[in-house]
């Protein structure tokens, strides 16, 4: 079972992102401060849990929790500032949301620079280590994985509502196939001949 980061919390929040390594969609972060005590036996890295058990973790984590916030950032700033500026801009929104100011930040990950005048600490594999963090794991996937299954009712070609926006087969041939749209990521590689095809929106 995973537990706090430390063993007394201090309004401590965890924060994770989602959909880094996609070709279309937004970047989701999570930030997230449990209370006290808090603890649950399923609760781990989001992509250790099935689709069932992450839908099941959200709200219990969205009612125990002291306070929690979301946030995306979208393809065209993704593609203005580069994934890593725009994963960690999306964790700053998502902490800037949070109800409740928190004294310290656990990062997943190895890369995070400094949020107000906050202490941070970067963990790699955070999710899988501490119960804040896995939270934000879980509050990320979820919010992004729901927010492109509504973006593939617009662009159903694409089968956004099984990939995510992930670089499958199946994506990779919609886009040689259709060509791209105003949801991907233009400065990522979306084929491997993508400078020949002259794909456009």
């Not at 969609?25 to 005590?37: D, R, S």
Request: charged fraction near 25%; glycine fraction near 6%.
């Amino acid at each position: 079972m995973l537990k706090p980061y430390h063993h007394t919390p201090i309004k401590e929040a965890g924060t994770d992102e989602a959909g880094r390594g996609c070709l279309a969609g937004p970047v989701t972060a999570a930030a997230v401060i449990l209370p006290k005590g808090f603890k649950n036996e399923i609760l781990t890295d989001s992509k250790q849990l099935s689709h069932t058990k992450r839908n099941l973790l959200r709200p219990i984590i969205e009612s125990d929790c002291a306070a929690y916030a979301v946030s995306h950032v979208f393809p065209d700033e993704i593609d203005d500032i580069n994934i890593l500026n725009a994963s960690i801009f999306a964790m700053h929104k998502a902490l800037a949301q949070l109800k409740t100011v928190p004294r310290f930040i656990v990062v997943d990950g190895n890369r995070f620079k400094p949020f107000q005048d906050i202490p941070h600490e970067c963990i790699i594999k955070g999710d899988g280590k501490y119960l804040n963090i896995a939270a934000a794991s879980v509050l990320a996937k979820t919010y992004r994985d729901a927010y492109m299954e509504e973006l593939h009712k617009e662009y159903p070609v694409y089968n956004w509502k099984k990939n995510k926006g992930y670089p499958t087969k199946e994506h990779r041939e919609a886009i040689r196939k259709y060509g791209i749209t105003k949801y991907h990521r233009k400065s990522f590689r979306l084929l491997p001949d993508q400078l020949e095809l002259g794909l456009k929106l």
